[in-house]
């Protein structure tokens, strides 16, 4: 076996996987993204990318998963589209766990189940290797493939039910040194990328855009204020630019991912527009969104693991369209430890990180304790659920099977940058898609608010279904993505009355405060103006308590109320009283008349518009 070489068929399971081969994902950053899923089902903790920026003559993807056996790598480059996952096939390939093939051997929840991450390269070139070996093999296999270019009119004349044959793939194994039998992993290599993949990474569409210039003479679009540089490019116009990059040389690799967050939520003096990725190239931007979509440690923390001492408002979202309540927790409580939450818990592999050219990944989401700008409410809030659809058993099938999953909507007064503004969809801790802004087609209109908004939705069970084969966007008709939906709809409902309510309360709470303010402050004017005519020493003949009193009597001069001021004009009918003794008026009226007089006052001044 040791130096034999086999050449065989790449064939599909299914004729319609020939179009894959040209590449089903719109950005680079999802082909990496399903490389870096198929490391996750196979245990890995950790996986290398280098890319060769800023040229990308090669790319190179490293994990330490537990690689597979030549059987293995026969059946998966043979049978791209029937994945063993998730089947009875998986625990004899060691792909899936013996006891729930849902699972990895390590136990983690798969990812992959169509079988076509394979041709997730296809994106990037028609020409790679597989090199890979599990743990206790004598034999490190490699796998060569060169994919084709599907002929639609060969699909059209060829036999019905024919296979389409995507390519061919050459493979050979040889034999470890004893040292290196514990040793396991998997490493893809890209050749031979496609010149229009180059370009994106690139970024040069978008330095021929920013080299245009408009009708007044200004760029089309603004450059980028952080990117990889710039290659000299005589057939489009471009010359050479350095790169700047969001990190300073020697920082370590995850201080470099801090930074390009921070930059990413930075705004620049000069843009009239909120924080976004818009000032990354496409490189630093892949960057960012491959992120997004693994299952990652957070940046900073799991959204579950924040804590009662945070200073935030935690809310439910109740069973019933009742209101929704605000939860107390104890100081070092967690949200997971009070709602019993799993999402974002360590499975029994360990965690999981990517390096990508040095740079070592965080999902890009953090939610600050305190606000960003001044607001009505006092502090962010944290609105909480968990859900276990209820299909009855006699629809399951058709419902596609179980649902459940938990999720959290965050406010603040300014969410930065607005890439991470919307809802995003985690099945299994991945995703496929970006924040949707529209929160699932929401239809109640407030667009202030709803630009205030994170959420996530974790799916623990189903959902499955309702993924397109790109992965990169749902079946709106399955009834776990309706499902969902809907869910999502009233808790955003249910989350704006409870703003707005709180902000209420603040604001009602304010007008009291100034209230109490003005009557002080209007008291305080009577005062002055009595001791300025009787004198400091005289003692002022009515002295207003915190909460309004209306006056009966001023010095020796009784007042009788048959006409009492409204609540609000108690207090300066006192200051008024108190400024008419001091010019001696109220004692040379009647009780009655000093009451109609001080109305009389209250009145010219409210049609002359002094509240």
């Keep these: 076996m040791d130096g034999d070489a086999i050449e065989l068929p790449l064939s599909t399971s299914q004729r319609i996987i020939a179009r894959v081969t040209d590449g089903i994902y719109r950005e680079p950053w999802a082909a990496f993204r399903e490389l870096c899923a198929n490391a996750y089902d196979a245990d890995a903790t950790r996986v290398v990318i280098e890319t060769g920026a800023p040229e990308f003559d090669q790319i190179t993807i490293r994990d330490d998963g537990a690689g597979m056996t030549p059987e293995t790598l026969g059946y998966v480059v043979e049978n791209i589209g029937g994945s063993s996952k998730r089947t009875t096939e998986g625990p004899m390939l060691h ?9 990895s051997p390590g136990g983690r929840p798969l990812i992959g189940k169509i079988g076509i991450g394979l041709f997730a390269v296809a994106q990037l070139t028609q020409h790679f290797q597989i090199i890979t070996k599990a743990r206790g093999e004598k034999v490190r296999s490699w796998a060569t493939v060169i994919l084709k270019t599907h002929n639609e009119a060969r699909l059209k004349d060829g036999p019905p039910g024919a296979e389409f044959e995507a390519g061919r793939v050459q493979i050979r194994s040889e034999e470890v040194p004893e040292a290196e039998l514990e040793a396991h992993g998997t490493t893809i290599i890209l050749h031979e990328l496609r010149p229009e993949i180059r370009r994106l990474l690139q970024s040069t569409n978008m330095w021929q855009a920013q080299a245009e210039l408009g009708p007044n003479d200004e760029p089309i679009m603004p450059p980028p204020a952080y990117h990889i540089g710039r290659r000299d490019d005589e057939k489009r116009g471009l010359t ?22 921070r930059v990413a939520a930075e705004t620049e003096e000069s843009s009239k527009k909120g924080p976004s990725l818009e000032q990354l190239d496409e490189y630093l931007r892949s960057i960012w969104k491959l992120s997004l979509s693994l299952p990652l440690e957070y940046i900073d923390r799991h959204p579950f693991d924040i804590t009662g001492d945070s200073g935030m408002i935690f809310l439910d979202v109740p069973r019933t369209n009742r209101r929704a309540d605000i939860v107390k927790l104890a100081a070092k409580e967690t949200l997971r430890d009070h709602f019993g939450l799993v999402s974002g818990r360590t499975d029994g592999v360990g965690k999981f990180d990517v390096e990508f050219d040095g740079i070592l990944l965080r999902r890009p989401i953090a939610l600050p304790e305190e606000l960003a700008v001044a607001s009505r409410l006092p502090a962010p809030v944290m609105m909480v659920g968990s859900e276990t659809a209820p299909f009855p058993e006699t629809s399951l099938d058709r419902a596609g099977g179980n649902l459940r999953f938990e999720a959290y909507l965050y406010w603040n007064s300014k969410i930065s940058p607005k890439d991470v503004q919307g809802s995003l969809i985690r099945v299994r801790e991945a995703s496929g898609t970006l924040f949707d802004a529209r929160f699932a087609d929401y239809q109640v209109s407030e667009q202030s608010r709803l630009r205030q908004i994170t959420a996530e939705i974790f799916v623990l069970e189903g959902l499955d279904g309702a993924i397109n084969i790109d992965r990169e966007s749902f079946n709106y008709s399955h009834p776990h993505y309706i499902y969902i939906q809907k869910w999502l709809h009233r808790a955003l409902r249910l989350l704006a009355n409870r703003l707005k309510y709180i902000a209420g309360e603040d604001l009602e709470r304010e007008r009291k405060e100034q209230k109490t303010q003005t009557a002080e402050a209007t008291l305080q004017s009577a005062y002055d103006i009595w001791s300025s005519r009787r ?12 909460t309004p ?26 200051a008024i009283s108190v400024v008419l003794e001091a010019y001696g008026v109220l004692s040379d009226l009647r009780q009655d008349e000093r009451a109609e007089l001080i109305n009389d006052l209250i009145q010219v001044m409210q049609t002359h518009g002094i509240k």
Excluded: C, Y
């Design 95 to 103: 792909t899936a766990s013996d006891a729930d093939p849902d699972f």
């Design 549 to 574: 009193q209306l006056p009966t009597t001023v010095a020796e001069a009784s007042i009788v109320w048959k006409r009492e001021p409204a609540p609000d004009h108690v207090s300066l009918a006192a």
């Design 535 to 546: 004198g400091a020493d005289a003692d002022p003949p009515f002295r207003q308590t915190v």
């Design 240 to 261: 050479h630019l350095d790169p700047n990059l969001p990190w300073k040389d020697g920082l370590e690799p995850l201080e470099r991912f801090r930074e390009l967050v």
